[in-house]
């Protein structure tokens, strides 16, 4: 167990809709990262967030959004869904925001599976 | 940006020793990670490594070379359990935040 909670574990909504992924990152952690893995695919980065506020932005479409509250946990809202963004969400979190030097790595959630139908 | 290349698959036997190579092109480079992936799971920490040599964990070793921009994993007495997917990560001071992966190597270890 990574102490990284992501809910749900699985989701299946219609195209169009609108979803959102919650990440609970370990305890005491101030970074948290987004990622997508699509089926057979690498882990693309999306967004990373350090004590609420936004710190680096990868490849994300603009129908997806995501916030850390005052409380570190974040969320990941996806809207207007396609049958592309069937995915494997996965959030990490790690201490401070790499880089921070150190062996800060991050720890993975177990990820929330939304399949699109 | 960052480059981070690995080969796509490798194949051996178990109980054998499989090296996974990584190159890297960065500025600013703050460390290179290993997680390893099972198929449908998170992934978990391997290893870390930010000067240059050899660090030593069990049955899996990492190695960097930052003049060449290249680490690999050294997987010793391959186990069933092996099989997954090992991906090298690189934290970079230019790319403040984005903890980008390359694209995983898929490990099938065969009796």
């Known amino acids: 167990d990574s102490g990284v909670t992501q809910t749900p574990k699985h989701l299946i909504t219609a195209t169009g809709q609108r979803v959102t992924l919650r990440c609970s990152p370990r305890?005491?952690?101030?970074?948290v990262y987004w990622y997508q893995q699509s089926l057979d695919q690498g882990l693309q980065f999306l967004i990373q967030?350090?004590?609420?506020?936004?710190?680096a932005k990868g490849n994300i479409l603009e129908r997806f959004s995501a916030q850390q509250f005052p409380d570190l946990h974040s969320e990941l809202n996806l809207s207007s869904l396609e049958l592309g963004d069937s995915a494997l969400y996965f959030c990490?979190?790690?201490?401070?925001?790499?880089?921070?030097?150190?062996?800060?790595?991050?720890?993975f959630g177990q990820g929330t599976r939304l399949t699109v139908v | 940006g960052q480059n981070i290349d690995q080969p796509t698959e490798m194949t051996a036997t178990e109980g054998a020793i499989v090296q996974i190579n990584c190159t890297y092109q960065t500025s600013g480079f703050n460390g290179l990670f290993w997680y390893q992936q099972h198929a449908g799971e998170a992934p978990t920490f391997l290893s870390y490594n930010v000067l240059d040599g050899l660090e030593e964990k069990g049955r899996f070793s990492s190695f960097l070379s930052r003049s060449k921009g290249y680490s690999y994993l050294l997987l010793k007495e391959l186990q069933m359990k092996d099989s997954a997917s090992y991906l090298c990560?690189?934290?970079?001071?230019?790319?403040?935040?984005?903890?980008?992966f390359g694209a995983g190597t898929q490990v099938v270890v065969t009796p």
């Open positions: 967030y350090y004590n609420g506020e936004e710190r």
């Open positions: 990490a979190s790690s201490p401070r925001g790499l880089p921070a030097g150190g062996n800060t790595e991050a720890f």
């Open positions: 990560a690189v934290s970079s001071t230019d790319s403040w935040g984005k903890f980008q």
């Open positions: 305890s005491g952690d101030l970074s």
